[in-house]
């Protein structure tokens, strides 16, 4: 084999390193962005699991449980919207792992206290 040949070789490979080097990079970037994205994600199902729960706790006028000590659940009431007789409309806001969620529902009166 001649000498250009083998340097040719060589070179070569060397790309084919270097190709493959950064394909590695690429796709472990990504898949560390895709773990972040699903973790995040849970997170936000995880909150508004949780806020669904303590208003339809409220709801059937059952007292909040209290929340996991990452969590944090807050009721408000809303002085906007329909009123109707024996009912308040209150805003459930829910935090898990920092991200936070709010829902708006009806409950009786006397839910917003417990």
Same mark, same amino acid.
């Given at each position: 084999?001649?000498?250009?040949?083998?340097?040719?070789?060589?070179?070569?490979?060397?790309?084919?390193?270097?190709?493959?080097?950064?394909?590695? *990079?690429?796709? %472990? =970037?990504? &898949?560390?962005? !895709?773990?972040?994205?699903?973790? #995040?994600?849970?997170? *936000?199902?995880? %909150? =508004?699991? &949780?806020?669904? !729960?303590?208003?339809?706790?409220? #709801?059937?006028?059952?007292?909040?449980?209290?929340?996991?000590?990452?969590?944090?659940?807050?009721?408000?009431?809303?002085?906007?919207?329909?009123?109707?007789?024996?009912?308040?409309?209150?805003?459930?806001?829910?935090?898990?792992?920092?991200?936070?969620?709010?829902?708006?529902?009806?409950?009786?009166?006397?839910?917003?206290?417990?």
């Amino acid at each position: 084999m001649s000498f250009s040949r083998r340097g040719f070789m060589l070179f070569d490979s060397l790309i084919a390193l270097g190709v493959c080097s950064t394909l590695m *990079i690429v796709i %472990a =970037t990504t &898949l560390h962005s !895709e773990q972040n994205a699903s973790r #995040q994600l849970a997170d *936000i199902r995880a %909150a =508004t699991r &949780l806020a669904e !729960e303590s208003l339809g706790r409220l #709801q059937q006028g059952l007292p909040l449980e209290k929340p996991q000590s990452s969590d944090q659940v807050t009721v408000n009431g809303v002085e906007q919207g329909q009123t109707i007789p024996g009912f308040k409309w209150i805003r459930v806001s829910a935090t898990h792992n920092g991200h936070a969620v709010r829902l708006i529902g009806l409950a009786p009166d006397a839910a917003e206290g417990k």
